[in-house]
């Protein structure tokens, strides 16, 4: 069974009748930002309000965790944390900061059940992922316990790599990874803290090994703080011989100063 989706349809149509039932669409379903809800001009997108307030990271970033740096795009530095604490990872970007715009859609997508922002969100995500492929990538997600997914009724992050990955045409294994024990909520730890909590809670599934050994590994998540969970992932995948791991998120949280 072949799988479309509404624009894959669409893209098949002939121009004048994909224009024509777009423009019968719109004026029944007009428009709404993701977020506020407000008119637009276009599917999936941002009124000029949430648009200002998104904090997207466009300029110079970290090439390690994706935290906005000053100096020119396209330089590859890293921030005073990379450069200290080492990550296990070779490179990381994130879309925008977790902050404003960014934050609101993060929370409405993982806490409530807005699937609707799967695409919108995923094809951020790609476009931001695509400087870190590599030959033979395979795409994986931060896994949820199996507790919390029952409660959550999804794991986001895994709905975020398979967009991503079928926007980058690239392998998905949405359960490479696994949380043996339940964890404490990471949200107002310390980075030693965080590191403690995850301490030998997450593994790789060795039935998957051989499909990601001598292969590079992409790690989607929807929000980095400290990285200590996509570090946990890392670390394992390395063990099971993944040639080399990065890592890409929606979010950044903001660092001080």
Known sequence: MVETDDKALRARMPD?????????LHTVFPPRCICCGEAVSSDFGLCGPCWREAHFITGCACDACGAPLPGTDGEVVLCD???TAPRPWVRGRAAFLYAGTGRQLVLAFKYADRLDLVQPLGDMLARTAAPLIAPGMVVAPVPLHRLRLVKRMYNQSALLAQ?????LRLPCLPDLFERKR???SQEGLSRAAREANLAGAIRLRPKYAAKIRGRPLLIIDDVMTSGAT???CAEAALAAGASQVSVAVLARVAKDG
């Open 182 to 184: 339940a964890t404490l």
């Open 81 to 83: 944390e990379c450069l």
């Open 163 to 167: 967009n991503t990955a079928r926007r």
């Open 16 to 24: 004048g009748l994909r224009r024509s039932l777009e423009a019968v």
């Open 230 to 232: 996509l570090a946990a």
